[in-house]
């Protein structure tokens, strides 16, 4: 149980356009979706914490009009990289929560913009 | 001053040996912790909660110590498979249940 699908598992894409993750949560509802960012050798951080229903909170430096987040449903996070580049690569991951502190993470999205 | 703080590693272990790291934390309100288990480019995964009298799941032992504010993992018997980074992993004290993560402990173990 638990199982949290990403898609796509990778990406490339041009400077200047924009790419769609699906984060689905496939056998639970996640009132909570968290979308975290990864460079090399660092840590996960947390970009937005989204809500079924709400609008995202997005964490500190964060760019709500750059990271478009939206979660249509209990099982279903979008997170959209608008007009992406070279600097927006890196390794995107999901994260969908049933209980408090409990998170199941999606296999994660890498992004290279070229 | 890093939310969580870890020792990067790598910490090199022989096959069967036993090895221990910390991590330190800063917010003394903090109340969950966890150590989770991150493959090389994979997500990662819950290996075990950390609870305030310490707590064992088979070759693994956790222990915190809210005074000091640091929390710890031992492997016992190291095996080849456990070759992996160990992330520290504490819960904020907002209401949305909220990670912070440290950078994680890179584990080799060596035959």
């Known amino acids: 149980g638990a199982v949290v699908s990403q898609h796509p598992s990778w990406v490339i894409c041009k400077s200047g356009t924009s790419v769609k993750i699906e984060c689905r949560s496939l056998?639970?509802?996640?009132?909570?979706m968290f979308w975290y960012r990864q460079f090399p050798k660092q840590s996960l951080m947390l970009m937005a914490t989204s809500n079924e229903g709400s609008k995202a909170t997005y964490e500190q430096g964060v760019e709500k009009d750059k990271f478009l987040i939206n979660h249509a449903s209990l099982t279903l996070s979008t997170l959209t990289v608008t007009s992406a580049h070279p600097e927006d690569s890196s390794f995107y991951i999901c994260?969908?929560?049933?209980?408090?502190?409990?998170?199941?993470f999606g296999p994660g999205t890498r992004l290279t913009v070229t | 001053r890093k939310e969580v703080e870890q020792d990067p590693g790598p910490f090199n272990v022989p096959e069967g040996a036993t090895v221990a790291f910390n991590c330190t934390y800063s917010?003394?309100?903090?109340?969950?912790f966890f150590w989770y288990r991150q493959d090389c480019r994979k997500e990662p995964k819950l290996l075990m909660s950390?609870?305030?009298s310490g707590n064992e799941d088979g070759r693994f032992t956790a222990q915190l110590n809210r005074a000091s504010q640091y929390i710890s993992l031992l492997i016992r018997d190291s095996k080849l498979s456990d070759s992996a980074t160990y992330l520290c992993?504490?819960?904020?004290?907002?209401?949305?249940?909220?990670?912070?993560f440290g950078a994680g402990t890179q584990v080799v173990v060596t035959p």
């Open positions: 917010n003394s309100a903090s109340q969950s």
């Open positions: 056998d639970f509802q996640a009132t909570t």
């Open positions: 994260s969908a929560s049933p209980r408090l502190y409990e998170q199941y």
């Open positions: 992993v504490v819960g904020t004290t907002d209401s949305w249940g909220k990670l912070q």
């Open positions: 950390v609870y305030s």
